[in-house]
């Protein structure tokens, strides 16, 4: 595994943040990217399972949770899904960085501008002292409004590749093109990429060293929208990948 | 002949209204006899010179607030020191250019669907919704030291549905200089600093439930939509909403934060049961109950305020390091307020003046349409069909109160 050499601060920050009976680990997760790349939408659509009719501006902090299985074992993903105005993340948002396990980057594939703050996002995180130590991953969202394409895969992936982190493009809402027969459209994308974090979150804990979970071979099916699992997902050590 | 028939006219509408208070204080659902004398209190203060605003601040605070949008036309620019017949220009097409925060405002009022009526057709919410960025973009235009937040549109939505788009716009300006002042800074320290006045509250009130809340480390930010939104944000019942804006129009910029106080208190039960954990406390306290009680919490809201007044509580928690402009410039506000004409007078004064009050434009269609009528009026004919009117409603309202103590049925052949 590329990163293992984190997974001892990790856990120990895991441990001492967990309050609830030994069975239910809880793995937090925050959300940022600019105001309107989808950021509700992609949360929502995890928790909730499907994509929300109308989502408005999230002023503040908005949380959801939902409760998961990995090979037996219960796990809480907690998501803090983050307004994206400037002006809330500069002094209002910080609370929530604290005890953060994960950091998902998000970016609208068809809005340049919000792929370019990205660094913006990366200096916010590194000065709440979320560092590459800790799970990143960067997606790209509204695959589904290809003809409007202006964040390329390519230029995308070398991003990602630099910051040493995955790239998922995916879409919150494409899912009901899908709706009967097959259920592998980018819809199960949104699940298969938290999931793919709280695999390797899980992975990072000393306790389940053991076995490679069968499950997360789910995430193969990531990247329809593109061949987005570059060096950066190869490196990052999901366990099936 | 115009002249004559303006006033003519003019003086229907007041006889309409008239007839229309006495409708709705017979006729209401609600089983609230102090409505009537509600609304007649309303009435008399909005036309005793100088306008009568300690009544029509109470009337706004207490049980049922204003009571109908119509009531609210005519008392909320008063609570705001607004001439409703000088009221600013529609926007022209350049308010859009150029302005930093165009893109923020547009992206959030196009996804702001949940605040229009649910039967509303998409077509006239569409108008509304450019109306909404018209009106946001020209006061943030008129005032370049205010800064847009998310969660303005929300507050400005509130304002256009009830009095149209161009008293909306006077009353954001009024409110974002002075009750939403603090929220528009550069940064959002100053908010952060209003938000600070929570917890002080909470430790008065329920020191078990404060101890509670600073263990699980919640913060405060839950409570930071309902703060600058004045509830607009979380609430599902636009009937709702307009009744707490009601009593924020008439209070003091930081009666939010008592209101949010009384909320948490409420629910400290459920409070105290959940997982001493900041995400559990924080996830239970941001998702509001759509049932709440809402004119026991606002009577609630008011005692605490009175109990605890922001001086007071700015002494025990160190809190005045920080200057809210809000706070500060609120008592010249509320002075301001004291010297109103009613609008009768401001009518006349208007013609007098010559001011121009151009009336394009949909928005506030009642008021707008009397000042043009006003404009042109003949004042003899005026005074003589105001005193018919007068006449008229009162006995329209001696013979509504008497068919009352026969009986509804009566009443109801009578109309």
Request: glycine share 6%; charged share 20%.
């Amino acid at each position: 595994m590329a990163d293992s050499g984190s997974s001892g601060e990790f856990s120990a920050s895991l441990t001492s943040s967990t309050l609830p009976p030994p069975r239910t680990r809880i793995f937090k997760i925050i959300v940022i990217g600019d105001s309107g790349v989808g950021k509700t939408c992609l949360t929502y659509r995890f928790c909730a399972g499907k994509f929300p009719e109308k989502t408005e501006a999230t002023i503040g902090v908005d949380f959801r949770e939902r409760l998961v299985e990995i090979d037996g074992e219960k796990i809480k993903i907690q998501l803090w899904d983050t307004a994206g105005q400037e002006r809330f993340r500069k002094s209002m948002v910080q609370h929530y960085y604290r005890n953060v396990h994960a950091v998902v980057f998000v970016y609208d594939i068809t809005n340049a501008a919000s792929f370019r703050n990205l660094p913006a996002w990366i200096e916010e995180c590194r000065q709440h002292a979320l560092g590459n130590e800790v799970p990143r991953i960067l997606v790209g969202n509204k695959c589904d409004l290809q003809d409007s394409v202006q964040v390329g895969t390519e230029v995308a992936q070398q991003f990602a590749d630099t910051h040493s982190m995955p790239l998922f493009e995916t879409s919150a809402k494409n899912s009901n093109i899908l709706k009967d027969g097959s259920s592998r459209g980018s819809s199960d994308h949104v699940e298969a990429i938290f999931m793919t974090v709280a695999h390797k979150l899980r992975s990072q804990k000393p306790l389940v060293l053991s076995q490679p979970s069968d499950r997360a071979g789910g995430t193969v099916n990531l990247s329809s929208c593109g061949d987005s699992r570059g060096e950066g997902a190869r490196s990052w050590g999901c366990s099936s990948c | 002949m115009d002249g004559w028939m303006d006033g003519w006219m003019d003086g229907w509408m007041d006889l309409l209204y008239i007839i229309y208070l006495i409708f709705i204080c017979f006729f209401s659902t609600e089983p609230n006899v102090g409505r009537k004398q509600k609304l007649t209190e309303i009435h008399q203060a909005l036309i005793s010179d100088p306008v009568d605003i300690e009544t029509l601040k109470r009337a706004a605070a207490t049980r049922g607030g204003l009571l109908t949008d119509e009531v609210r036309r005519k008392v909320w620019p008063k609570l705001l020191n607004i001439n409703v017949y000088n009221l600013p220009h529609r926007p022209g097409r350049d308010v859009r250019d150029n302005h930093r925060d165009h893109n923020q405002v547009v992206l959030d009022v196009r996804r702001s669907m949940k605040r229009f009526p649910k039967g509303m057709p998409a077509s006239e919410r569409a108008v509304l919704q450019e109306q909404l960025v018209d009106v946001i973009l020209e006061v943030l235009k008129r005032n370049p030291q205010l800064h847009y937040y998310q969660g303005y549109h929300d507050v400005a939505v509130s304002l256009l549905l009830v009095v149209g788009e161009r008293m909306a716009i006077a009353m954001l300006d009024t409110l974002s200089n002075y009750h939403l002042r603090d929220f528009m800074d550069p940064t959002m320290d100053s908010t952060k600093h209003i938000l600070n006045y929570l917890m002080p509250i909470l430790e008065q009130v329920d020191a078990e439930l404060y101890d509670f809340m600073m263990r699980a480390e919640v913060g405060t930010i839950f409570a930071l939509s309902w703060l600058i939104t004045w509830f607009g944000h979380v609430l599902s019942e636009f009937k709702h909403t307009l009744r707490l804006y009601d009593f924020f129009l008439s209070s003091h910029p930081l009666m939010p934060i008592y209101l949010a106080a009384t909320i948490v208190l409420h629910r400290e039960k459920e409070v105290k049961q959940t997982e001493c954990d900041m995400a559990m406390v924080h996830h239970l306290l941001s998702r509001i109950p759509q049932d709440l009680p809402y004119e026991l919490l606002i009577s609630q809201a008011r005692d605490l305020f009175a109990r605890y007044p922001p001086s007071l509580l700015a002494r025990r928690a160190a809190l005045q390091s920080h200057k809210s402009l809000s706070i500060s410039t609120f008592q010249a506000f509320q002075l301001s307020t004291l010297h109103q004409r009613p609008d009768s007078v401001l009518q006349r004064l208007t013609k007098a003046h010559g001011a121009a009050t151009s009336g394009h434009g949909l928005g506030a269609a009642l008021s707008r349409d009397r000042g043009q009528l006003w404009g042109k009026g003949n004042r003899m004919v005026k005074m003589a069909v105001w005193g018919l009117s007068a006449t008229l409603g009162a006995a329209m309202l001696a013979v509504a109160q008497t068919a009352m103590e026969w009986g509804p049925d009566v009443l109801l052949q009578l109309f």
